[in-house]
């Protein structure tokens, strides 16, 4: 099966994000060793969620880069909870729209070459479907 261009373009965005992820999960990890930490428990607990988090996103660009669908699906509800993460910045006690606006850009991205990619494999099985 050939991968689109939409769908390299999606696995690309998703894997900078995933990277992204780590790089937050590492400077948590700073964070914790400097002690600049009020609850050690709950500093290790974000730090695996975080990592955890950016293995999914790894995995979905992976298999966005492979054609299959349940990466393109979970690469949609990644850019949908970075869009709520953003929109949390923006109405929160403390309101933040350059935070904001620097995590839904790329997330609103990644969400258009993400449906893109699913509309074109779509019409990938329909075009395989008819010749075999």
């Known amino acids: 099966m050939q991968v689109t261009a939409a769908e390299r373009t999606a696995a690309i965005l998703l894997a900078l994000e995933g990277l992204a992820l780590l790089f937050v999960a590492g400077w948590e990890i700073v964070a914790l060793v400097g002690g600049d930490v009020e609850d050690v428990g709950s500093s290790i607990a974000l730090i695996v969620l975080t990592v955890v988090g950016a ?21 949609i509800v990644t850019q949908l909870l970075v869009l709520a993460v953003a929109l949390g910045a923006v109405t929160g ?7 904001a606006v620097v995590i839904a850009v790329p997330a609103i991205a990644g969400l258009v070459v993400l449906f893109a990619a699913a ?12 010749e075999g």
């Open 55 to 75: 293995a999914a996103v790894l995995a979905f660009a992976v298999a966005t880069s492979r054609g299959q669908s349940w990466g393109r699906s979970g690469g």
């Open 119 to 130: 509309r074109r494999a779509g019409a990938r099985r329909r075009t395989d479907a008819r």
């Open 93 to 99: 006690p403390a309101p933040s729209i350059s935070f």
